[in-house]
């Protein structure tokens, strides 16, 4: 063999293989990842559920109806993650990361058993709703940040990028089981159910939490007053230029992504396209399809170079998707958008989570990843609130198309302005 021939590098694979599914090969990983399915699915099921509840045509106890009610519902999903992300990052630092997740995994457990009891009990009332929501808002909030900040602890070196990936795939299955599931068990069982439903799922999913281990990010010794933490936390966030940036995008991603797409795309199903609550929920199931095909694509190039500029080109297509989802007169039109956008958001979806943990030191971690999570998450209710308002004066779809026009925009100035992050990795 030729010397060229020796030290060329190996090609990588094309396709999924077992190297794809590396990261299990770490069982405390597995273990996280079965409790973060259930976590997910039901997240995603709540997320359809919550906002399908007040816009029904059958009023349930004198809840409201509506754009603005849906908006309502949406930002009390999500606004604890403004006010509780960053005290649990900051938590997730000093205590065990393991005993954070299982005490929000009960919370979650009992609330949305609560809401199904209230609901089939027939005293649902839009405060009750928008109280339960914000329970669950909570559960995420505390949740999510710090099942991210688990991952590169369980895990041998060289293997983040698939295991981010894998924690990925739970979100898409579950984008895909989640609404379609959620919207079958509705039009079976009527809502009530829907929650006993997730209510026990989220109880088979606790269960993996009890042998997993955790080791501890920091010794006591260690620790400083929680409020030296956070800033010094919010110091190295803002002093790495490509984290910076990358927040700042994620940011503008909550209000014109997030927000609206989670408000207002049941609306647009039911009202501009006719469709029940199963087929609206469907489109999320081909949003998920999307999505699992290009993490398992990633997953099988674990040297992705050039990461940022993948993050940034995923944004403007979204940008794109948005006002063809608004405008849309008809449900396989829509369908075929949303499997395409799941692909784009398959890339977005890992790659900004491994751009932050691969860039942050593991006694960091947790308060990082709130802060991602705070502008990734945080600021989708304010988003939805907003998507609600501006639907009920111009229009759902209408408002899509200009949340659309809004994301290219600044994504495309990112894209030409900030080189530090096209080229992060």
Not at 173 to 185: F, T
Not at 258 to 282: H, M, S, V
Not at 374 to 402: D, E, H, K
Request: net charge positive; glycine share 12%; hydrophobic share 55%.
């Amino acid at each position: 063999m030729s010397e060229q021939a020796r030290s060329a590098p190996a090609a990588r694979p094309g396709l999924p293989t077992l190297e794809t599914f590396s990261a299990f090969r770490s069982r405390p990983f597995a273990y996280l990842w079965i409790n973060t399915m259930s976590f997910a699915l039901v997240q995603a099921t709540q997320r359809f559920t919550f906002v399908w509840l007040v816009i029904e045509a059958v009023e349930i106890g004198g809840l409201g109806r509506g754009s603005a009610w849906s908006g309502n519902v949406f930002f009390a999903l999500g606004i604890p993650v403004l006010f509780i992300t960053i005290p649990a990052g900051v938590l997730a630092d000093r205590v065990n990361r393991r005993m954070l997740v299982l005490v929000s995994q009960v919370t979650a457990v009992a609330v949305t058993l609560a809401a199904g009891v209230i609901i089939i009990a027939g005293a649902m009332t839009t405060v009750i709703a928008m109280g339960l929501a914000v329970g669950v808002g909570a559960t995420i909030a505390v949740g999510l940040p710090v099942r991210n900040a688990i991952v590169p602890s369980v895990l041998e070196g060289g293997r983040l990028l698939n295991a981010v990936v894998m924690m990925s795939m739970a979100m898409n299955i579950s984008q895909i089981l989640g609404p379609a599931l959620g919207g079958l068990i509705i039009q079976l069982w009527g809502i009530g159910g829907a929650f006993f439903a997730q209510g026990i799922v989220l109880l088979i999913g606790t269960l993996a939490l009890v042998p997993l281990r955790v080791p501890m990010a920091r010794t006591a010794a260690q620790h400083r007053n929680p409020r030296l933490e956070l800033a010094e936390g919010l110091r190295f966030v803002w002093g790495h230029r490509g984290i910076r940036t990358l927040i700042l995008l994620l940011t503008g991603t909550g209000v014109f992504m997030i927000g609206p797409f989670g408000t207002l795309l049941p609306q647009i199903a039911k009202e501009q396209l006719g469709r029940g609550a199963f087929e609206a929920g469907l489109l999320f199931a081909f949003m998920g399809a999307g999505m699992m095909i290009s993490s398992l694509t990633l997953a099988s190039f674990p040297d992705l170079k050039n990461k940022g500029g993948w993050f940034i080109g995923s944004l403007m297509m979204a940008g794109m998707i948005l006002p063809v989802l608004g405008f849309s007169p008809w449900y396989p039109l829509t369908a075929s958008v949303m499997f395409v956008g799941g692909m784009g958001g398959g890339i977005f979806m890992n790659l900004n989570q491994t751009l932050v943990q691969a860039n942050t030191a593991p006694e960091m971690m947790g308060r990082v990843v709130s802060i991602h999570t705070l502008a990734f998450q945080g600021l989708g209710p304010m988003g939805g609130l907003l998507a609600g308002y501006m639907a009920a004066w111009l229009g759902a779809p209408l408002w899509m198309a200009i949340c659309g026009a809004i994301l290219f925009s600044f994504t495309t100035f990112a894209l030409v302005t900030q080189p530090a992050l096209r080229k992060m990795s």
